[in-house]
T-cell receptor, first 114, second 114 residues
C-alpha cells in the first residue's frame, strides 16, 4: 500500500507570490490534515478535511486555505507569501478522526520564501 | 487550551543505555496522548498512543510510555537505545475525538554516542 504522497518535495517562492501544495492520502483514507513545522513555532495544526468538508481549523490567517477532492486528494494554498511562511508542510491521512485511527504522515513539502 | 511541554530540547545518551524523554500536558478532560518520531527530512511516525485503559502502553521499536494523571505526564522510555534511535521525538495531545487537531510539544532531539 502506498504511503502519503506530497508534491512537490521542495519549493522556492518569493514574497507576495502564492503557492499550492498537494497531498495524496493512503488509498481508502478519507481524512487529510495539514501541519506546518518551523524551527521557531514547531508543529502547528492548519486544518483537517473529511469527505471534502473542512472539519477542523487551526489558528492561521485566511491566506492559508485548503480543499479536498472527491478522491480524497487534498491541496493547500498560501496566498501573498511572507518570509515567515517558510516551513516544512506536512500532510497526514487517516480513515477517520478518533483515537483508534492511526495518522500516517507524508515526508512533507519544504517551502522556502525569499 | 490544551498544551504540551517537553522540557528537554536535546538529550545525549550512549548506545545501550536507557532513555527517558519527558512530556507534560495540559488538557481539561481525559487526554489522548501520542509520541511521534521524526528522522531528518522525513515525516512523523507514530511510536505509541494512550487513550484509555492500562496506563503503561507499549509501542514500536521497543518503546513504552506511562500515563500518570496525577503528574500530567506521559514520559517515553526505552531500556536500551540503538544508534538508529537518533531522531527528534514529539509528544502530542489529541482533540476531543482523538487524533484530530494534534497539539505538539516542541520536541526533544536525541543524539546517540557510541
Amino acid at each position: 500500500k502506498a504511503g502519503v504522497t506530497q508534491t512537490p518535495r521542495y519549493l522556492i517562492k518569493t514574497r507576495g507570490q502564492q503557492v499550492t501544495l498537494s497531498c495524496s492520502p493512503i488509498s481508502g483514507h478519507r481524512s487529510v490534515s495539514w501541519y506546518q513545522q518551523t524551527p521557531g513555532q514547531g508543529l502547528q495544526f492548519l486544518f483537517e478535511y473529511f469527505s471534502e468538508t473542512q472539519r477542523n481549523k487551526g489558528n492561521f490567517p485566511g491566506r492559508f486555505s485548503g480543499r479536498q477532492f472527491s478522491n480524497s486528494r487534498s491541496e493547500m494554498n498560501v496566498s501573498t507569501l511572507e518570509l515567515g511562511d517558510s516551513a516544512l508542510y506536512l500532510c497526514a491521512s487517516s480513515s477517520n478522526a478518533g483515537a483508534e485511527e492511526k495518522l500516517f504522515f507524508g515526508s512533507g513539502t519544504q517551502l522556502s520564501v525569499l | 487550551a490544551q498544551s504540551v511541554t517537553q522540557p528537554d530540547i536535546h538529550i545525549t545518551v550512549s548506545e545501550g543505555a536507557s532513555l527517558e524523554l519527558r512530556c507534560n500536558y495540559s488538557y481539561g478532560a481525559t487526554p489522548y496522548l501520542f509520541w511521534y518520531v521524526q528522522s531528518p527530512g522525513q515525516g512523523l511516525q507514530l511510536l505509541l498512543k494512550y487513550f484509555s485503559g492500562d496506563t503503561l502502553v507499549q509501542g514500536i521499536k521497543g518503546f513504552e510510555a506511562e500515563f500518570k494523571r496525577s503528574q500530567s505526564s506521559f514520559n517515553l522510555r526505552k531500556p536500551s537505545v540503538h544508534w538508529s534511535d537518533a531522531a527528534e521525538y514529539f509528544c502530542a495531545v489529541g482533540g476531543h475525538f482523538g487524533n484530530e487537531k494534534l497539539t505538539f510539544g516542541t520536541g526533544t532531539r536525541l543524539t546517540i554516542i557510541p
